[in-house]
């Protein structure tokens, strides 16, 4: 399917975050129209003000958990999109990388498979106008930890799977996280295999290494 250019109209999910707000002004300054999702209005209105030069083609809407059914079938019903940006998803913060608990696991699985797996689902019945939807994931789901291996789109990480799987709770959250990273995006490829007759849509999944850098929030 051909690329999406502007001035198409593109959702981005969790613009807010780090990697979300970048997105989104790369988008605009590229002359796309943005629509993006946050947790709250007021952190809607936060990144709002980063986003003032560019008039009406910025604009928020609040999708509160992206792990419940259903989350984004009203935006998508209503948005008239081109492509979807699905960067939403938790990361681990600092002081995680010893043992999880508290939910801590559940929260990372839920946020990680069910966001892009409800996000699919209401592209599916309600982004009818859809041509092309970008999953943020992670370098971890395709991470081998053997030396000199060079890697591509045939490689999963099931070492941290099994990891998590033998470990269960006294696993620690980057390794939760990377098992997480990789049966997330291997659910999403599954969904558009099995919906291949009735999907219009075609999906790219981006995999980047920590990524470091000026928050493009600062200052706004």
């Known amino acids: 399917m051909p690329s999406v250019t502007a001035p ?3 959702l981005i999910t969790g613009v807010n975050s780090y990697v979300g707000a970048h997105v989104a002004q790369d988008l605009l300054d590229r002359g796309f129209t943005v629509v993006g999702t946050v947790r709250s209005s007021a952190k809607g209105d936060d990144i709002a003000r980063c986003f003032l030069q560019y008039g009406d083609r910025f604009s928020y809407t609040v999708v509160e958990d992206i792990s419940q ?12 999109f081109d492509g979807v940006a699905h960067v939403a998803a938790p990361v681990p913060r600092p002081g995680l990388s010893g043992p ?3 939910g801590i696991l559940q929260g990372i699985f839920n946020a990680s498979a069910e966001g892009n797996l409800n996000l699919l689902r209401s592209v599916k019945e309600h982004g009818h106008t859809v041509k092309r939807v970008v999953i943020t994931s992670s370098s971890f789901a395709a991470l081998q930890f ?8 045939a490689h999963w990480n099931d070492e941290s799977i099994r990891v998590v799987e033998e470990k269960g709770e006294t696993a620690t959250a980057i390794e939760h996280y990377a098992a997480s990273k990789s049966l997330a995006e291997r659910g999403a490829w599954k969904f558009m295999q099995d919906n291949k007759a009735k999907v219009n849509f075609d999906l790219v999944t981006v995999l980047p290494v920590p990524i470091i850098g000026v928050s493009y929030t600062v200052g706004c």
């Open 8 to 10: 198409a109209k593109i």
């Open 69 to 80: 059914p259903e989350a984004f079938d009203q935006v998508l019903s209503t948005g008239n």
């Open 100 to 102: 999880s608990k508290d």
């Open 146 to 153: 053997q030396p000199g291996i060079k890697h591509t789109e």
